[in-house]
């Protein structure tokens, strides 16, 4: 599956944003989703995930009542609704799919398939 992820930009601490990411297939409803982001000189972090019927979710304790991670199986596309941001939420957001458990959601490494990221910047 091929991932395009859009809806970055440059905003104010407690502003809004919601990111998008679209997958090519119709079998988008297999695919349990991750969001993760990378800021500069350090590691790529979970985000958030939506299980594949997007019944369940989990956050990083982070962004946790702040981000809120859904899916429209219809339009095979994946959103991080974003508020409240904070100059430490900068940084490139990727979304991922992947066949894989639950219990694995928060592993980057479980995930096969991954977008070419969007860069958030969160201005104080």
């Known amino acids: 599956v091929q991932l395009q992820a859009s809806g970055g930009g440059l905003v104010q601490a407690g502003d809004s944003l919601r990111l998008s990411c679209a997958a090519s297939e119709r079998t988008y409803s297999r695919y349990l989703m991750g969001w993760f982001r990378q800021a500069p000189g350090k590691e790529r972090e979970f985000v958030a995930a939506s299980s594949r019927n997007g019944g369940s979710t989990t956050y990083a304790d ?63």
Do not use: H
Not at 74 to 102: F, H, S
């Open 62 to 124: 982070s962004v946790k009542d702040r981000f809120t991670v859904s899916r429209d199986n219809a339009r095979n596309t994946l959103y991080l609704q974003m508020n409240d941001l904070k100059p430490e939420d900068t940084a490139v957001y990727y979304c991922a799919a992947g066949q894989i458990i639950w219990g694995q959601r928060q592993n980057p490494n479980a995930y096969p398939n991954w977008g070419q990221g969007t860069l958030v910047t969160v201005s104080s």
